[in-house]
């Protein structure tokens, strides 16, 4: 199994312009969640899934879509980027709850938004 | 609101010592927690996860304990290693939250000078 995929690992866009960062996994895992990562504040939920059709707001979901067409695959699009987008971004994944569920990990999108 | 903080922010100890490693917790009803180590550059891997219903867990040169009345868990690493250089991250599952959902603290950076 190739786990959680993230892809690019690194991208600069400019302020204004939109993109997608992918997130795969084959894992058959129901829950799946985006992240960013700034330095001394932790991870911060943006948006999270419970399934295939279903998403929801996290902690700071603003600026950001998503979409949950298949069980594989859970993209993350900046509509509009802005400097303040500028952070690592973790997809994680984990099976149907229960109390004893890891979350696996994606390697991380790095963004530079100028 | 959930609180996860981890103190200290970054530790130096030299190779053989014992690592203690703190995380504390405002919201006591939790589902679980988990401790993870983040390499430069790399995404997050699970070391331990501990149920809320259970006071330990162990694997290899690694314990977790969880006081969960008292909001803490304590992540102890045994005779220190170079290679166990890295940041270690705490997250806690609400029972209030979604199954996707975790809350995290800052890390700990941790350097095992040889």
């Known amino acids: 199994n190739a786990g959680v995929t993230q892809t690019p690992k690194f991208q600069v866009l400019k302020t204004g312009q939109s993109m997608t960062l992918q997130c795969a996994q084959d894992?058959?895992?129901?829950?799946m969640s985006w992240y960013r990562q700034d330095p001394g504040m932790g991870l911060r939920l943006i948006h999270y899934?419970?399934?295939?059709?279903?998403?929801d707001q996290g902690e700071v979901p603003n600026g950001y879509n998503v979409s949950r067409s298949t069980t594989e695959d859970f993209p993350l699009r900046l509509l509009s980027a802005a400097p303040s987008q500028t952070s690592v971004y973790f997809c994680?994944?984990?099976?149907?709850?229960?109390?004893?569920?890891?979350?696996?990990f994606g390697p991380g999108t790095r963004l530079l938004v100028l | 609101k959930q609180e996860v903080t981890q103190i200290p922010a970054a530790l130096s100890v030299p190779e053989g010592e014992n690592l203690v490693l703190n995380c504390s917790f405002t919201?006591?009803?939790?589902?679980?927690l988990q401790w993870f180590r983040q390499d430069p550059g790399k995404g997050l891997t699970s070391l331990l996860l501990?149920?809320?219903?259970?006071r330990e867990q162990t694997s290899g040169r690694l314990n977790a304990s969880l006081d969960k009345s008292s909001g803490r868990s304590t992540l102890y690493i045994a005779a220190s290693q170079p290679g166990d250089s890295a940041t270690y991250l705490c997250?806690?599952?609400?029972?209030?939250?979604?199954?996707?959902?975790?809350?995290f603290g800052a890390g700990t950076q941790v350097v095992v000078t040889p």
């Open positions: 899934s419970v399934g295939a059709g279903i998403t």
């Open positions: 919201d006591s009803a939790i589902y679980n």
């Open positions: 997250a806690v599952k609400r029972e209030t939250d979604s199954w996707g959902k975790l809350q």
């Open positions: 501990i149920q809320s219903s259970q």
């Open positions: 994680a994944s984990s099976l149907a709850g229960g109390m004893g569920e890891t979350q696996y």
């Open positions: 894992m058959n895992h129901e829950y």
